[in-house]
């Protein structure tokens, strides 16, 4: 049974590091103007400090500011051969330990700790949502910021909801877990921060299941 579940992780981590490059090629602009922001973030005294959950393979490394320290975790042990090469292929930043965690439970990460946690196409993923989301407050220094780009559902009753409703049971037992029909803006809404910045976009080049998305921030 485990090592089904090892070879099942050992898959999803190829696969989503092939297609990691078709997604960042259709959202290449979103990233780049979701990441502009990060340098506000950064403390008087250092450089940035980035906490990237569920990092996969590093996708979002190239979008980062020079000099930034990136702290990476994925509770999927099988991504690192990836995440490396990325990281050789991104010296314009530094590289905190890799920490091989859930979101929900980022252990070693210390209270108060980082500048930004970065977090795209993961919260429809894990476990829980509200319980990552106070793992992220825990770990983010006071004026940090959650950044995001998550896929959602789409708005109640439109064809699109319906048909994300119907291929959800299926998509998630073959997408590792990954929900579409998450209703991820109210979750962060509601997870206590004291600032959030949301916008809906729709890129036509994706799936239509995995069209609707946010993207923003929110401070502590
Ligand atoms: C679709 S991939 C996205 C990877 C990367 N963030 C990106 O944008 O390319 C979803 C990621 O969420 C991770 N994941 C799944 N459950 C998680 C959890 N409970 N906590 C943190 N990450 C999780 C997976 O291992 C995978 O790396």
Partial sequence: MDSLRGMKQKLFALLSYTSTFIYNDKMHEFKRELFRDLPRFQSDDGP??????????????????????????????????????????SAHLSYGPVLVESAERLGPVQDASVDVVVSTLVLCSVRDVRKVLLEVRRVLRPGGALFFLEHVVSSQGSWLYWLQVLVDPLWSRLGDGCHVTRDTGTELQSAGFSHLQLKNLSEPKLSAVIRPHIMGFCIK
């Avoid at 020079?66 to 050789?88: I, K, Q, T, W």
């Fill in 48 to 89: 940035l400090r980035l906490l990237e959950i569920g990092c996969g393979s590093g996708a979002n490394f190239q979008y980062y500011p020079g000099g930034c320290v990136v702290v990476c975790s994925d509770p999927n042990a099988h991504f690192e051969e990836y995440l490396r090469r990325s990281m050789e292929e």
